[in-house]
């Protein structure tokens, strides 16, 4: 059943505040709810505290940018940008790299609450082998164990670590077979005492053997990508591609504790989208979007336990009569996409396009809040003796006002300089 949309406040963050990194896009929030971060349009990241609107930046220092991928609850970020995974702290403004094998690559997906536990991966930069690995409060890197071919019974290009539970003891990737399929793998902390393996990373894979084929089989999904785990570790979102004669695709509820999967019901109309289960609640809820290129629609589904449990577009789910104008705005723009649910299903956080003027806008909606907008311009304290753009230049050199596409190089008021690719 659709909720009352007269309940629900939306808290919008203002991108004409944005400086000159340009609008936010919030990918992730904090367990705390006070802390959401991610990337900007001028492809740096970021980490903004909702209580005050303070915001620190980390620049990008190469053409893929930086993202923020996790935060814990002291505002601390990890994520991606250049060789090595960062790891930023809001209370002290301190930038530092993650420990990262030389000759690799490494990118950080999650952060627990506390800090603890960074999860993520390294890849070679000439095979592109990627390794599933968990940094730990001090920054020092330790691998995963990984399945082997033998066991799997396909060969593989790696695995790698994408989210990890509240208390550190269960961690979510994905092996990288060769037809794109990413099965998921669960890594438990083994506490038995009487096991041989107490104490260190165990994984299971059970899953993959009865569900997984790897583009040929009677198996029942060539594609499984397990895309985010609730914060109590019971629970995986996961991305299907359907071993059917429709190639459908579709979205599952995998329940790690059960050793079960439940797929969402859907239209045949809808099976012929594209779908990102971006996060899971503790209950089992989740929040997305699905599509084909840029036009977008946000999804909610409910865990309600029982068949009438079923996928929505939010415009469906919060019902016709909106009296919300802001979050009639996100409901009906061409590019919604929700990110991240709270652990209690409450509230809800992305980013969202601006059809008028392409500024992209962080939100959260609060399904429990009172009905209202709050707007949240950015603070500039948390930018203060951050170099500012001075002067930009197309590939061609030419002084213009504004980035055009493609390659631009920005000069910085201190006097260096930084490319910014627009796509």
Known sequence: MPVMALAQSVTV????????????MCITMSENGQFIAG??????????NLADGEI????????????????SNAGVGVGMNGIAAPRIDFATGEKTDLETPEGFTSIANGITPDGSIIVGLYYSETTYVETPCYWDADGALHQLPEATSEELGFEYNGSRAVAVSDDGKTIVGYVIDNFAGNPPIIWRLDEDETSDTFGQWVYDIDIILDKFEPGYGDNAYWGMTPISL??????VSLKLAMNDENYS???GLFDIEEGTITEVPLTDEMKQNDFFPASVSNNGDMVGYFGMMMSLTPFIFQNTGDESAQLLSMADFFGEDISNDALLTLLTAE????CVISADGSKIAGWSVDSTT???YSFIIDLNGESGVNDIAVSNNGAEGQPQVVARYNAAGMRVADNARGLNIEMMSDGSARKVLVK
């Open 358 to 360: 392409w500024a992209t």
């Open 39 to 48: 990337s900007s349009q001028e492809y740096a990241g970021f980490i903004m």
């Open 249 to 251: 695709n579709g979205v």
């Open 13 to 24: 963050i203002n991108p004409e505040s944005a400086l000159d990194y340009g609008g936010t």
């Open 230 to 235: 609730s914060h109590n570790g019971k629970y």
């Open 56 to 71: 620190i930046y980390d620049d990008p220092v190469n053409d893929y940018g930086c993202e923020v991928r996790g935060v």
């Open 335 to 338: 590019r919604t996409l929700p």
